[in-house]
Structure formats: C-alpha cells, structure tokens
C-alpha cells in the first residue's frame, strides 16, 4: 500500500488488460480495487458474475469495481474501497472480504456524508 492515504495517482491494469488510473474517477464515482494476484481464474470469473449480478445496486452507490491483474510493488493483496476523492475509506485484507462487506461500507459511508 502506498506510504499516502490518497490514491489519487495510483495507476493498476485490470484483469482485461486495461490501464486505469484513479484521477479518472475523481468526483465521478467511488472506486472498488480487487487484487487478489494468486486467485485460480475460475474464483476471478465468479467474481466478474457477481458484480454484473449486483450492477444495479452499484450503479445505484456509483461504485465502479475493478479486479486487478497488475498493480504496483507496493500495493497488498486485498479489497480497496476508495472514494471519489480518492481516499481510502477501507482495506479489506487478502481472502477477507465480500461483496456484501464492500457494499456496506460504501452505504455506511454515503449514509456519514449526508
């Protein structure tokens, strides 16, 4: 994980090989970063079913979930919940995270900034 709280400049390549870097999203929508590197394809393509499953409700938070295939040396494996300011409001550590962990965050968060 960067040494700053802000992941502003933070640049990953997703598992579909596009480059993505977090100033995109500024002030557009929060930002869901899995890097989960030593998961089998089949958990990954599972992953991928279920957000499209939910993409109402992310839609609904304005939440974009990326899975990452290539991130920076010091980025952790694990979840990252970031706002549209690009600030980390959580990490979820590798394997200890769901969708519905993530979700909650982001509403807890929304429901905070009222």
Not at 19 to 46: A, C, F, G
Not at 59 to 73: D, S
Request: with cysteine.
């Amino acid at each position: 994980m960067p040494a700053t709280k802000s992941l502003f400049d933070l640049k990953v390549t997703t598992i579909d090989g596009r480059t993505i870097n977090i100033s995109d999203s500024r002030q557009k929508s929060h930002v869901v970063l899995i890097y989960e590197p030593s998961e089998m394809k089949k958990t990954v393509e599972h992953w991928q079913a279920a957000v499209n499953a939910d993409r109402s409700q992310w839609e609904w938070l304005q939440v974009q979930i990326f899975l990452i295939k290539k991130a920076p040396a010091e980025f952790e494996p694990g979840a990252y919940a970031i706002d549209r300011y690009g600030e980390l409001i959580h990490r979820f550590p590798s394997r200890h995270w769901t969708f519905a962990d993530i979700e909650k965050e982001f509403i807890y968060y929304e429901a905070s900034h009222c």
